[in-house]
């Protein structure tokens, strides 16, 4: 068996996120975060770059990241029926002093109808604070810094 190293593990970790998302296992979602540091927001390019942190969404608590899916999940949302694909690129990972790591990373989604028009839905980046927790890394911190201006469907799928 083969040992990864941490940038592979955090790449890994990204990527099985994104298929999470991409295969809409949203009741899977939560799992990815820390139960007990949880923190996960959305902020405009523009607000974060200004130092403006008020987010445009935002759970400051597990439970809080399991109500975010919970009407997903019961397909209880009215909204037009999309398929997302999620691309991470350019993943970065750094080792902090106090056993945390810090990551980051490009982050692409685009969005296709039933009829197959497909168009960008997302464009941004993660900056995330990960821990190891029983062997498995977990999202402490997750800041979605989007790019894009107009966002469709009310940020309705998690980033």
């Given amino acids: 068996m083969t040992t990864m190293t941490l940038q592979e593990r955090v790449a890994r970790f990204y990527f099985d996120y994104a298929d999470t998302l991409n295969r809409g296992k949203y009741a899977e979602w939560p799992d990815f975060f820390n ?6 927001r959305i902020v405009s390019r523009e607000n974060h770059d200004l130092g403006l942190p008020a987010p445009l969404m935002g759970c400051y608590t597990h439970g809080m ?29 750094d080792e902090c ?45 997750r800041l979605v810094i989007i790019d894009s201006f ?9 980033l």
């Fill in 35 to 40: 139960p007990d540091e949880c923190d996960y």
């Fill in 65 to 93: 990241v399991k109500d975010r899916v919970a009407m997903l999940i019961d397909e209880a949302l009215t909204y037009r029926h999309m398929y997302f694909r999620h691309y991470i690129t350019n993943v970065r990972v």
């Fill in 97 to 141: 002093p106090d056993g945390g790591i810090d990551a980051g990373a490009n982050l692409l989604v685009m969005q296709c109808d039933q009829e197959g028009s497909a168009s960008t839905y997302m464009v941004g980046r993660y900056e995330d604070k990960l821990s190891l927790r029983e062997d498995r890394l977990k999202l402490c911190k």
């Fill in 150 to 158: 107009s966002i469709d469907t009310a940020l309705a799928v998690p």
